[in-house]
């Protein structure tokens, strides 16, 4: 069923809830692989330093999904993209034709989704694979 899953992480706990949901679907199938996408929005970043700074950042955060994911003995990979995370989550999403795509939720209301959007409302929306929203 859902046998090539992506799962967008940033380090939030809204996206280490999302792992767990990944993990347990992944569990559901024999050989599911999930692909762990981590994008890198620089744009907020003006200086190398800080570049780097962001970076180590998320790759110290993505520890505690890769051990879940390792200590579940699921196969996974990851993949640390940059640019803005709507649309970088959904064009991996559309171009590798993945199963399932999962993603946290930050829980903002439906005015600030609808003046600022939000990573995971864009997923849903242009993803052409199902989406699984986790809160």
């Known amino acids: ?9 940033d380090g939030s706990e ?3 809830r999302a792992a767990n949901h990944a993990i347990q679907l992944a569990s559901l199938v024999k050989d599911a692989t999930v692909e762990v996408i981590c994008v890198l929005d620089f744009s907020k970043a003006k200086t190398e330093v800080l570049h780097k700074e962001l970076k180590a950042e998320r790759a110290r955060k993505l520890k505690e999904v ?3 994911l390792r200590q579940a003995n699921i196969s996974y990979e990851i993949k640390m993209e940059h640019g803005e ?3 970088t989550i959904v064009t991996r999403a559309n171009e590798h034709q993945f199963d399932i795509v999962i993603v946290g939720s930050r829980g903002l209301n439906s005015l600030q989704e609808m003046v600022l959007g939000s990573v995971s ?3 849903a929306k242009r993803v052409n694979s199902p989406v699984l929203i986790v809160k």
């Open 121 to 123: 409302h864009k997923v």
């Open 1 to 9: 069923m859902y046998k090539k899953i992506l799962l967008a992480v």
């Open 14 to 16: 809204h996206s280490i």
């Open 85 to 87: 995370p709507g649309p």
């Open 66 to 68: 890769e051990e879940a």
